[in-house]
């Protein structure tokens, strides 16, 4: 279970590194759509797991391979915006989340 600290540097790091794709999408990352559905912190707020939504881009694979290349810069970037509310800037780690395929496939299940 997360701790009220967890939830808060996870949904400020949710909201810095949507801005950060959302402006450097066009530029770095051949103009994908990319959405951070989720972030979880670890306790000691050293590591963040992002959960990433893809569009506009054929093969998501290689758009994460892209995004987890430019993990410094994105780091960087998301340093500079948390630089005041936190002493260490978490290590980035990047997922693709399916959540939205999962649902997806349930409902045409159930359609059938």
């Known amino acids: 279970m997360e ?9 400020q790091i949710q909201k810095d590194l949507g801005e950060i794709f959302q402006l450097e999408a ?10 951070v559905t989720k972030v979880n912190v670890t306790r000691d707020l050293a590591s963040a797991k ?8 054929e ?3 290689a758009l994460l391979k892209l995004i987890r290349d430019n ?6 970037e998301l340093g500079r915006r948390i630089r005041h509310q936190m002493r ?3 290590n980035l780690l990047f997922y ?6 999962y649902i997806e496939n349930i409902e045409n299940l159930l359609n059938e």
């Open 26 to 35: 066009k530029n770095k990352f051949k103009g994908a759509l990319i959405t």
């Open 59 to 61: 093969d998501n694979e």
């Open 71 to 76: 993990s410094k810069d994105i780091r960087h």
């Open 3 to 11: 701790s009220k600290r967890q939830q808060k540097v996870a949904k």
């Open 96 to 101: 693709i989340d399916d959540s939205l395929d």
């Open 88 to 90: 260490i800037v978490p």
């Open 50 to 57: 992002v959960n990433l939504s893809l569009f506009g881009f």
